[in-house]
């Protein structure tokens, strides 16, 4: 028996694509139709216009008898004005948009500040208003409660401004069509009165302060030309020249280059000396140069290197007449070695009395280097300071002058500043606002009118019965039909079965119904699942296959009964193994001994594949859960399960695996891993689309291929879509039975 140690790969099934990891359901109202769900409530959307239509009109009747309103506008416009105090008239154009919009609101800001609406509410037109008598007049002494009226005012008024113009307005709802325009025009001239007082307040204070400005800059040129005067005797400056480029500045120049050059030299002096001593501590080795430079100005070593080279002639010679183990030749080899020993200790010593000597040579001119540069630096601060006064005394200068010169023409432009406030304090078309309509009593009602009051109504009936249908729908999160799959990533359909109930033929019971009522609807639906379950499968050259529920109930141990016995039918060899250990379904299924060997003993050896086998009447083998004993969960995720898997792919096509629900069982996700491929059934109207989508996630974490879902136990939708199409099959199925020929 070999053995298996993990599944093997699989390529990507055609069924569709397999979840990753991290796959979850799409928003709830992503599965809805909208068209669908307004089909079904046609009725209740109908009758809630008609009763948003009864609404709107009831409710027009009674404000209409209740409560009209009259409205009120005073008009006003934003003008460009003058710019300057000779302008001979304001210009309309000229300004943006986001500028006349600004302004227009900052008026209308101002037109509902308290102040103004005080101004207003105290005038006798505005007091003799039925609105003001109805609400602000005492009762017993008849004195105004002008508070009181502002605090409505402030509440009421309806300030705007108009897009696209250089207009803004203030509008007023009253009962009584005059009241409403009493009231607009008393708060505008209210407010075109406070805005000449304070157009005129700022007018004089600007004149003021302008006025002050100019005394204060005439001192301060005083005293500057003092300052002048003084430093000129005190510095004795006789020259405007650019201290850049005078005599002493020239001096700290070449003071500058000089350091530069000197500081340059002495660290390439300093860089020398290192490797000098370097060398003669025996951290740096000896250049070429150091080498040639002994050899050639020492005489000694110079014979020396003579002598070494007429011995290595000699050996030559000797070599030629005699053998290399000579006496002669070994005594001339011992000359040799001596001399070249000798040699290379005087010219050691050479070398190091070279390199003496040049360390001795760099120290004093780096010695020197640095008196040179203690010099200059000396010569430097005192030229730098000389030159530093030099220009901070025409720095002074011209910075004064500078000053002189801002203060003149501040002087002028604050002349002219008050030359032109008091030009324009005398022109009325210097305001930015001016009045361009006052209010007039208003011919038609503002509130309430029918064409707005009864479609209002109607659309907020009508939205808030479509939003309560629609928030049923979305908060609904149950998988009720295959579009509710279709919006979870990774779900492909591999069938649609419908339930008991919704078979047309009358069927009793789903057990085995493939076998025991093959024209029923059931029959037919479980054997198109096999048609898709069977294409996902050749296609990848997968045999084992898991089917997995979501939760209990979902109809797994059905499932793999019905798609064993259409796929059987067509002539392959399949076994169904019972891996269910917690709620094993499959023997009591098919009428066979629920406590006979099986899974749990195969996997603890103690029985063997051929007696564990059973051979049902059905189409297909079983191997059932095994004997209560022997169904312990945890050697479903052993070697053992791994080892069956190869044996059973040898001997059958197909290999189909009820295993628990995978929400409440770990198990099955174990058993997924070492199959070739998963199906997962979901029981319609029972499972969420989320626990769908976590269970497909953990499918395809299990390394198994994912070839789709079945839903079972679908029910008619809105329209009868499905009740039709079980219909049309059933039709079908008879029809066949009864005459073959017909198609």
Same mark, same amino acid.
């Given at each position: 028996?070999?053995?298996?140690?993990?599944?093997?790969?699989?390529?990507?099934?055609?069924?569709?694509?397999?979840?990753?990891?991290?796959?979850?359901?799409?928003?709830? $109202? $992503?599965? %809805?139709?909208?068209?669908?769900? $307004?089909?079904?409530?046609?009725?209740?959307?109908?009758?809630?216009?008609?009763?948003?239509?009864?609404?709107?009109?009831?409710?027009?009747?009674?404000?209409?008898?209740?409560?009209?309103?009259?409205?009120?506008?005073?008009?006003?416009?934003?003008?460009?004005?003058?710019?300057?105090?000779?302008?001979?008239?304001? /210009?309309?154009?000229?300004?943006?948009?986001?500028?006349?919009?600004?302004?227009?609101?900052?008026?209308?800001?101002?037109?509902?500040?308290?102040? %103004?609406?005080?101004?207003?509410?105290?005038?006798?037109?505005?007091?003799?208003?039925?609105?003001?008598? #109805?609400?602000?007049?005492?009762?017993?002494?008849?004195?105004?409660?002008?508070?009181?009226?502002?605090?409505?005012?402030?509440?009421?008024?309806?300030?705007?401004?108009? /897009?696209?113009?250089?207009?803004?307005?203030?509008?007023?709802?009253?009962?009584?069509?005059?009241?409403?325009?009493?009231?607009?025009?008393?708060?505008?001239?209210?407010?075109?009165?406070?805005?000449?007082?304070?157009?005129?307040?700022?007018?004089?204070?600007?004149?003021?302060?302008?006025?002050?400005?100019?005394?204060?800059?005439?001192?301060?040129?005083?005293?500057?030309?003092?300052?002048?005067?003084?430093?000129?005797?005190?510095?004795?400056?006789?020259?405007?020249?650019?201290?850049?480029?005078?005599?002493?500045?020239?001096?700290?120049?070449?003071?500058?280059?000089?350091?530069?050059?000197?500081?340059?030299?002495?660290?390439?002096?300093?860089?020398?000396?290192?490797?000098?001593?370097?060398?003669?501590?025996?951290?740096?080795?000896?250049?070429?140069?150091?080498?040639?430079?002994?050899?050639?100005?020492?005489? $000694? =070593?110079?014979?020396?290197?003579?002598?070494?080279?007429?011995?290595?002639?000699? &050996?030559?010679?000797? /070599?030629?007449?005699?053998?290399?183990?000579?006496?002669?030749?070994?005594?001339?080899?011992?000359?040799?070695?001596?001399?070249?020993?000798?040699?290379? #200790?005087?010219?050691?010593?050479?070398?190091?009395?070279?390199?003496?000597?040049?360390? +001795?040579?760099?120290?004093?001119?780096?010695?020197?280097?640095?008196?040179?540069?203690?010099?200059?630096? +000396?010569?430097?601060?005192?030229?730098?300071?000389?030159? !530093?006064?030099?220009?901070?005394?025409?720095?002074?200068?011209?910075?004064?002058?500078?000053?002189?010169?801002?203060?003149?023409?501040?002087?002028?432009?604050?002349?002219?500043?008050?030359?032109?406030?008091?030009?324009?304090?005398?022109?009325?078309?210097?305001?930015?606002?001016?009045?361009?309509?006052?209010?007039?009593?208003?011919?038609?009602?503002?509130?309430?009118?029918?064409?707005?009051?009864?479609?209002?109504?109607? &659309?907020?009936?009508?939205?808030?019965?479509?939003?309560?249908?629609?928030?049923?729908?979305?908060?609904?999160?149950?998988?009720?039909?295959?579009?509710?799959?279709?919006?979870?990533?990774? !779900?492909?359909?591999?069938?649609?079965?419908?339930?008991?109930?919704?078979?047309?033929?009358?069927? +009793?019971?789903?057990?085995?119904?493939?076998?025991?009522?093959?024209?029923?609807?059931?029959?037919?639906?479980?054997?198109?699942?096999?048609?898709?379950?069977?294409?996902?499968?050749?296609?990848?050259?997968?045999?084992?296959?898991?089917?997995?529920?979501?939760?209990?109930?979902?109809?797994?141990?059905?499932?793999?009964?019905?798609?064993?016995?259409?796929?059987?039918?067509?002539?392959?060899?399949?076994?169904?193994?019972?891996?269910?250990?917690?709620?094993?379904? =499959?023997?009591?299924?098919?009428?066979?001994?629920?406590?006979?060997?099986?899974?749990?003993?195969?996997?603890?050896?103690?029985?063997?594949?051929?007696?564990?086998?059973?051979?049902?009447?059905?189409?297909?083998?079983?191997?059932? !859960?095994?004997?209560?004993?022997?169904?312990?969960?945890?050697?479903?995720?052993?070697? #053992?399960?791994?080892?069956?898997?190869?044996?059973?792919?040898?001997?059958?096509? &197909?290999? &189909?695996?009820?295993?628990?629900?995978?929400?409440?069982?770990?198990?099955?996700?174990?058993?997924?891993?070492?199959?070739?491929?998963?199906?997962?059934?979901?029981?319609?109207?029972?499972?969420?689309?989320?626990?769908?989508?976590?269970?497909?996630?953990?499918?395809?974490?299990?390394?198994?291929?994912?070839?789709?879902?079945?839903?079972?136990?679908? +029910?008619?939708?809105?329209?009868?879509?499905?009740?039709?199409?079980?219909? !049309?099959?059933?039709?079908?199925?008879?029809?066949?039975?009864?005459?073959?020929?017909?198609?």
């Amino acid at each position: 028996m070999s053995t298996i140690t993990s599944p093997r790969p699989s390529p990507v099934s055609p069924a569709g694509p397999r979840p990753g990891p991290g796959s979850r359901a799409l928003g709830p $109202a $992503a599965s %809805i139709d909208p068209f669908r769900v $307004a089909r079904r409530h046609a009725l209740l959307l109908v009758a809630s216009i008609f009763v948003g239509a009864a609404v709107g009109l009831a409710a027009w009747g009674g404000f209409l008898f209740l409560y009209p309103l009259y409205e009120a506008r005073a008009l006003f416009e934003v003008q460009q004005g003058i710019t300057e105090a000779g302008d001979l008239s304001t /210009r309309a154009t000229g300004m943006k948009d986001e500028d006349v919009s600004r302004i227009a609101r900052t008026e209308l800001e101002v037109i509902i500040q308290r102040p %103004i609406l005080q101004s207003a509410a105290r005038r006798p037109e505005l007091q003799n208003t039925a609105w003001f008598r #109805r609400n602000f007049a005492d009762p017993v002494t008849g004195q105004p409660r002008v508070e009181d009226a502002v605090d409505e005012l402030e509440k009421s008024l309806r300030p705007s401004a108009m /897009r696209g113009t250089n207009l803004f307005q203030i509008g007023w709802l009253a009962r009584e069509r005059a009241d409403a325009a009493v009231i607009v025009n008393e708060v505008a001239r209210a407010y075109i009165e406070r805005r000449r007082l304070d157009d005129e307040s700022v007018y004089n204070v600007n004149l003021a302060a302008f006025d002050r400005q100019r005394g204060e800059v005439d001192g301060d040129l005083e005293r500057l030309q003092n300052t002048i005067n003084r430093l000129i005797v005190d510095s004795g400056i006789t020259s405007l020249d650019d201290p850049r480029y005078t005599e002493a500045a020239q001096a700290v120049q070449r003071a500058v280059d000089t350091i530069s050059q000197a500081t340059v030299m002495m660290q390439g002096d300093a860089t020398l000396r290192e490797q000098i001593l370097a060398k003669l501590r025996g951290v740096l080795a000896y250049s070429d140069e150091d080498v040639r430079l002994a050899e050639t100005t020492d005489g $000694a =070593v110079y014979q020396h290197i003579r002598t070494v080279n007429d011995m290595r002639v000699e &050996i030559r010679s000797l /070599r030629e007449k005699y053998p290399d183990d000579h006496r002669l030749v070994r005594l001339a080899e011992a000359r040799l070695r001596a001399a070249e020993d000798e040699l290379e #200790r005087q010219r050691e010593d050479v070398i190091r009395r070279n390199l003496n000597a040049r360390l +001795k040579e760099v120290s004093d001119r780096i010695e020197q280097t640095k008196a040179v540069l203690s010099q200059q630096e +000396k010569e430097l601060e005192a030229r730098t300071k000389s030159l !530093a006064d030099i220009a901070t005394k025409q720095s002074e200068y011209h910075a004064l002058q500078d000053r002189r010169r801002a203060l003149e023409l501040s002087r002028e432009a604050l002349i002219q500043l008050s030359r032109d406030v008091r030009l324009m304090k005398t022109r009325d078309d210097a305001r930015r606002t001016r009045v361009v309509a006052f209010a007039e009593e208003p011919r038609e009602l503002w509130f309430p009118r029918i064409e707005i009051i009864v479609p209002i109504a109607v &659309i907020l009936v009508f939205g808030l019965t479509l939003g309560l249908v629609f928030v049923r729908e979305i908060t609904d999160q149950r998988v009720k039909s295959a579009s509710d799959l279709l919006v979870i990533p990774g !779900a492909s359909i591999l069938g649609v079965v419908p339930a008991l109930e919704e078979d047309p033929t009358g069927v +009793k019971s789903v057990n085995m119904v493939v076998r025991r009522a093959p024209l029923s609807v059931l029959a037919e639906s479980w054997r198109q699942s096999a048609t898709g379950l069977l294409r996902g499968l050749d296609a990848g050259g997968l045999q084992i296959v898991v089917v997995v529920g979501g939760m209990p109930g979902s109809g797994t141990t059905s499932a793999v009964t019905n798609l064993a016995a259409a796929i059987g039918a067509s002539g392959r060899r399949v076994v169904v193994v019972d891996a269910n250990f917690r709620r094993p379904e =499959v023997a009591r299924m098919l009428g066979l001994n629920g406590n006979a060997a099986g899974l749990g003993d195969l996997l603890r050896d103690a029985v063997t594949l051929e007696e564990a086998l059973v051979q049902t009447e059905e189409g297909f083998a079983v191997i059932p !859960a095994g004997t209560a004993a022997s169904r312990i969960v945890e050697r479903l995720n052993t070697e #053992r399960l791994s080892s069956l898997f190869a044996e059973l792919r040898s001997r059958f096509d &197909i290999v &189909i695996v009820d295993a628990p629900p995978a929400i409440v069982a770990g198990d099955a996700l174990a058993l997924a891993y070492r199959a070739d491929a998963s199906v997962l059934v979901v029981r319609a109207g029972q499972e969420e689309r989320g626990l769908v989508a976590r269970v497909l996630g953990q499918l395809g974490r299990a390394r198994s291929e994912v070839l789709g879902v079945v839903l079972n136990g679908a +029910k008619r939708t809105a329209g009868g879509y499905f009740r039709k199409n079980f219909r !049309a099959m059933a039709q079908y199925a008879r029809e066949d039975a009864g005459d073959g020929s017909r198609k």
